[in-house]
């Protein structure tokens, strides 16, 4: 699913769920394209039973997420070697002791 997100073929997974289809639809446009977002481009959350407070924490995460990664781009920050070895690898990162 990650690699599918990355790559922009979330759409194509056999097996994704409608929940996971709708909210990957969703940001993607809400990242990309925010002025162009109507009211129809909710309608699947909410088809979805996503409540108005849903949908608002849903929009939250996903400024909050391009927020973050303009503002880390913008800086020059860079990944550390174990994060980027994790994502490599795969293996998640271990919680400090």
Same mark, same amino acid.
């Given at each position: 699913?990650?690699?599918?997100?990355?790559?922009?073929?979330?759409?194509?997974?056999?097996? %994704?769920?409608?929940?996971?289809?709708? #909210?990957?639809? &969703? !940001?993607?446009? @809400?990242?990309?394209?925010?002025?162009?977002?109507?009211?129809?481009?909710?309608?699947?959350?909410?088809?979805?039973?996503?409540?108005?407070?849903?949908?608002?924490?849903?929009?939250? %995460?996903?400024?909050?997420?391009?927020? #973050?990664?303009? &503002? !880390?781009?913008? @800086?020059?920050?860079?990944?550390?070697?174990?994060?980027?070895?994790?994502?490599?690898?795969?293996?998640?990162?271990?919680?400090?002791?």
């Amino acid at each position: 699913m990650i690699d599918a997100v990355h790559e922009l073929r979330w759409g194509a997974l056999p097996g %994704i769920d409608p929940r996971a289809r709708a #909210l990957c639809d &969703l !940001a993607y446009k @809400l990242s990309g394209t925010p002025a162009k977002m109507t009211r129809e481009d909710w309608q699947p959350l909410r088809d979805l039973n996503f409540s108005d407070e849903a949908l608002l924490e849903v929009a939250h %995460i996903v400024g909050i997420f391009n927020y #973050l990664t303009r &503002l !880390a781009d913008g @800086l020059g920050l860079e990944l550390d070697d174990a994060v980027v070895e994790a994502a490599r690898t795969k293996v998640p990162l271990k919680k400090p002791d």
